[in-house]
């Protein structure tokens, strides 16, 4: 047990004065409905999970619409995103898999993960029964329950972890520091000294100075400066309106990039992407809705635009991007104003 | 010398260094002939340069616009859920300024402006509170210097010397002098005398980013030393540090240091969030894991010379320094090595009484003839604790805990006066 557990007496005595001292009056009672809205934490025995079901079958729907992107099909991991299922009998070997099934140690841990953090660009968007489906899901992916398994408020507390007792308390103050609290050696403290291995072999220090990266950024604004000009007279782009949108694209980042060193995320890129055809940005793994609007010859114009941003899932039912939306008109003029603004 | 370095990559420059040594140690020290920065009267010893207000707000010349924080693509999936590194390579004495302090975000680092900003605290305490950014600056209020170190610093040199860099082995750190108030008067003006026998409570902490990353602290802790802080060296948390609000949890990992803190909660056990379970706990040789492996052991390292930090100026005279610290107080001895172990000398501790749980200084002075050196730096802190080898380390702990790497870092120093990151027997 760490000393911080084995709580000394004297520190919490020390302590006690300022407890139970005077208060300030400082602050107002929190009301109910704001403790409600904030205090959303799940403990391991259950405490703080609200009611609600959800089964692995409904869950494989609900995590290839939100979750799979990231996160695979199957729980296997997109690109350098987390891995959810498998691992298991790994955790001993050089490069364990540290997944929900194989390391996490509480059932709690993983709905109040998905319930208040996920999914990664939409946190907090998803209702109690969709977490309940995920959780379940991402057991059944695990092997761990059969498709019909349901989880609910019910049940929650039966399930055990496989890697619950794989966790021993901070053990440090007993095993290393009486090891390595002594006078340390000053003279002669070895015999012969080699160099057992190189940074410079495997080499994997990144390569960017930031000398090099003010280049590429002055060379990217002299192509913007020099392309922009005819645009401009062409289209007359509101520069307040623009920059709105770049603030209000800050809600889509976590999956779209733009500029001159953009790459396809989780969705794809979005330079020039207004006057393109749908469904056109190379490498970019489309929908099947996607696919067939450009089959149609739909094309990324401003009513196209303002219509998918408000409800995404109800214009292009079957879309994989999961963002609930734009409620103000105003920051949906604004980011297309500030689409218009990244060309190619 | 300057233009050169700056139209070249980082990695060219290192190449650079090499023939730099032989040719520029001269130039303004070689007599004989006249140094015309000297005799030729210079454009700036004539024309008048800007004037105040230029810049209200001042950056750093743009001669140092290679002191900056750098990621590692390689590392994470996504810049927004990542960390770059505090370029300490190229800093001295012990602060670091806000602007290169390295950052680590689960979500981003969001805008959250003093007028939207609440902070609420709940669970097993007399009357749950909503405070305002106003309410918390009438508290009586302290400053002090911590460092704050993620427990992944050097996480990447478990297997082997991975990164040729100290921004990139040790860079997840930083050091400022933060104000607020202790997080006891906040519980206090909550009161604790709901939460009964208060040695077996825990605070559970979270932000108000899209991750609310969230973490259970020990009440002993919580009673003790955590700030809830509003300024880091003398000015508003950058918005990547947590602005306008964020804990500060000395000598612990900087996982706990929670951002753009929220919530408060008083609780009768740990949460057991992901960042406590799946996270931030440290995997053994034989597959348990440590947990709650809060507290940050003594260490320290050089960071100049270092991969990043070549010798220029030919033998002579060098001031080899580097940066100490400990999550159990005050770092009172660093020794060096030259030999990778063999034998050691005693620092010279470069601020005359360090802070507890702060980074500390240390300079040796000394004199280089090109020998080859595989350079080490060890420190102590007043527990006795001397920070061991990376042997010492994986013997214990195995390759695989990521977490709490405080080995001996070791640089070997070529006749050329380039360093390399390499591991020694």
């Given at each position: 047990m760490s000393k911080f557990l084995k709580v000394s007496a004297a520190v919490l005595m020390m302590a006690s004065p300022a407890v139970a001292g005077d208060s300030l009056g400082l602050g107002r009672p929190a009301l109910p409905e704001e403790i409600a809205a904030w205090d959303i934490d799940v403990l391991p025995d259950g405490r703080g999970l609200p009611e609600g079901r959800g089964d692995a079958f409904t869950g494989e729907e609900v995590f290839a619409e939100k979750c799979a992107s990231c996160h695979g099909d199957f729980a296997e991991g997109v690109d350098n995103w987390p891995v959810l299922a498998g691992g298991f009998d790994t955790l001993a070997d050089k490069d364990p898999v540290k997944t929900v099934g194989s390391y996490?140690?509480?059932?709690s841990t993983v709905w109040d993960y998905v319930n208040r953090s996920m999914p990664f660009g939409a946190a907090q968007t998803l209702t109690e029964d969709e977490v309940y489906a995920i959780v379940a899901y991402i057991l059944y992916s695990n092997d761990l329950v059969d498709d019909d398994f349901e989880l609910s408020h019910e049940n929650f507390a039966e399930f055990e972890m496989h890697n619950q007792g794989g966790f021993i308390q901070d053990d440090r103050a007993a095993l290393e520091y009486p090891m390595w609290r002594v006078e340390p050696c000053m003279t002669d403290c070895k015999e012969s000294v080699e160099i057992t291995m190189r940074a410079s072999i495997l080499d994997v220090t990144p390569d960017e100075g930031a000398a090099e990266g003010e280049e590429q950024t002055a060379a990217v604004v002299e192509e913007v400066v020099e392309e922009e000009a005819p645009v401009e007279a062409v289209t007359a782009l509101d520069p307040e309106l623009v920059k709105k949108g770049e603030k209000v694209f800050k809600k889509c980042k976590a999956c779209h990039q733009v500029g001159a060193k953009a790459k396809n995320k989780t969705g794809p890129v979005l330079n020039g992407i207004m006057g393109r055809g749908f469904a056109s940005i190379d490498g970019f793994k489309y929908s099947k809705v996607f696919k067939a609007a450009a089959d149609e010859g739909r094309m990324w114009d401003e009513a196209e635009m303002a219509a998918f941003l408000t409800k995404p899932k109800a214009y292009l039912k079957g879309t994989k991007m999961s963002f609930a939306g734009l409620k103000k008109e105003a920051d949906v003029a604004a980011i297309i104003e500030y689409l218009k603004s990244v060309d190619d | 010398m300057a233009d050169e370095l700056n139209n070249t990559s980082r990695r060219a420059f290192l190449k650079g260094g090499a023939a730099a040594v032989v040719g520029t140690a001269a130039g303004a020290a070689s007599a004989g002939t006249p140094d015309p920065l000297i005799t030729e009267v210079q454009d700036w010893a004539s024309f008048t340069g800007e004037g105040v207000d230029e810049t209200p707000y001042g950056l750093p010349i743009e001669f140092e616009s290679d002191v900056v924080r750098r990621n590692v693509p390689w590392l994470t999936a996504d810049p927004i859920s990542s960390i770059n590194f505090t370029p300490i390579h190229a800093l001295d004495g012990t602060i670091t300024p806000q602007g290169c302090a390295f950052e680590r975000h689960h979500s981003g680092a969001i805008e959250l402006k003093k007028d939207d900003y609440r902070l609420m605290i709940n669970g097993l305490v007399d009357q749950p509170l909503v405070f305002t950014y106003e309410d918390l600056e009438r508290f009586p209020r302290e400053n002090h210097v911590y460092f704050c170190e993620c427990a992944a610093n050097t996480g990447m040199e478990w297997a082997g010397a991975q990164l040729n860099g100290v921004q990139f082995t040790h860079g997840m750190i930083h050091n400022m002098e933060y104000s607020g108030i202790s997080l006891r008067a906040l519980l206090n003006e909550a009161g604790l005398g709901a939460a009964g026998d208060l040695a077996d409570k825990w605070v559970y902490v979270e932000g108000a980013d899209a991750s609310s990353n969230g973490r259970s602290i020990p009440m002993e802790k919580a009673l003790d030393d955590v700030l809830v802080a509003f300024k880091a060296n003398g000015e508003a948390l950058r918005k990547e540090h947590g602005y306008p609000v964020r804990l500060v949890v000395p000598g612990w990992e900087g996982n706990m240091w929670i951002k753009w803190l929220r919530r408060i909660e008083v609780t009768d056990a740990a949460v057991e969030s992901r960042e406590e379970t799946s996270k931030y706990t440290d995997v053994m040789e034989d597959g348990t894991a440590r947990k709650w492996t809060w507290e940050m052991d003594a260490k320290s390292v050089i960071t100049s010379p270092s991969p990043q930090m070549p010798i220029k100026h030919g033998h002579g005279p060098l001031v080899i320094s580097g940066l100490a610290w400990s999550g159990h107080g005050r770092i009172t001895r660093v020794d060096v090595s030259k030999d990778g172990g063999k034998s050691w000398e005693t620092a010279r501790l470069g601020t005359t009484q360090g802070d507890s749980k702060a980074l500390t200084r240390f300079y040796l002075d000394t004199d280089w003839q090109g020998e080859d050196w595989l350079l080490q730096a060890r420190a102590m802190d007043e527990t006795g604790y001397v920070q061991p080898t990376k042997d010492q380390l994986r013997e214990v702990r195995g390759e695989n805990s990521i977490y709490h790497n405080n080995c001996i870092q070791t640089w070997y120093l070529n006749a050329k006066g380039e360093a390399e990151n390499v591991e020694v027997s």
């Open positions: 996490w140690p509480y059932l | -």
